[in-house]
């Protein structure tokens, strides 16, 4: 193996995006989640320095994207098929000029949706790079990469059995490594409460330079997360990375206790993304959102940090990263 997954603040070809279009999944929040990930689309193609490539699932979505963004330089609107937008977890991940795929089975069989065990081949075929298909099945929102070969990830996630039954960590391990160039792995344990993705650790942790993991720290009274987040920074503040070099743990506010129709939904500053120019982060209290904003300006003094609205997105299950999936230059 001689190639490590880029680091996402790494220089990108495109920035992969997918757009919501079936009604009869986003139902009453189809508009609103539309013009979110429209305003992201801009901010990505704009102050972003990114070319976006805005993938759409169904010909009403396309008509859609059209009419709000045909007419943005740098963003294409490329129609395919998907069951639902998150590329994250559907798509390819991008690591030694090829497109590195994996089965996928709807988080556990959760949401078991036509064409989402398609789209890496689609984005693969559209970037005109090999698609390399893995047999094991693994979501981009569950590893997080510093660009040198180490893999955060949780072991809620990654271990569970609706996912790769029998796994260990030293299987895992080993099935990352061949296939995504790992190093070390580090394992952070649950994720956030009502996630249906059993514990992306792109809601929980996120490299955001080299040897530096940011983590939410919680913010009011009540937030559901708080054990969570205190547990993934002590498991961190223990660790070196592959190059041997201690980590260094950032405290970013939570948006502390949003509320959904049954308790408390997965919203997390932790689903930013890192442009070529900017770092889009999704905001869904005001105050903990200016202070996210502001904590990750102290982190990324060389690119734009921007607070969009992803309230109506996130009632699909996500935000930012998840719908999102970065093409590297190189």
Known sequence: MT???PAEWA???AMWLGFPSHADLWQADLDEAQAEVAALARALAGPGGERVRLMTGHPDGEAAARRLLGEVANIEIVPGRFGDIWLRDTGPIFAGGKAQGFRFNGWGGKYDLPHDDEVAAQIAEASGVELVQHDFILEGGAVDHDGAGTVLTTGQCLLNANRNPGWDDARAEAALARSLGAKKVIWLGEGLQNDHTDGHVDNLA???????VAVPVAWGRGDPNAAAYDDAARRLAHQTDAQGQAIKVVRIPSPGFVEGEDGPIPAS??????????VIVPIYEERPGELAVQSLEQLFPDRKVIGLPSIAILTGGGSFHCITQQEPAA
């Not at 996120?206 to 530096?212: E, I, L, S, T």
Request: hydrophobic residues 50%.
């Open 3 to 5: 190639f490590t997954v």
């Open 11 to 13: 220089p990108h070809k």
């Open 206 to 212: 996120r490299f955001v330079a080299p040897g530096v």
């Open 269 to 278: 500053h932790m689903n930013f993304l890192i442009a070529n120019e900017a």
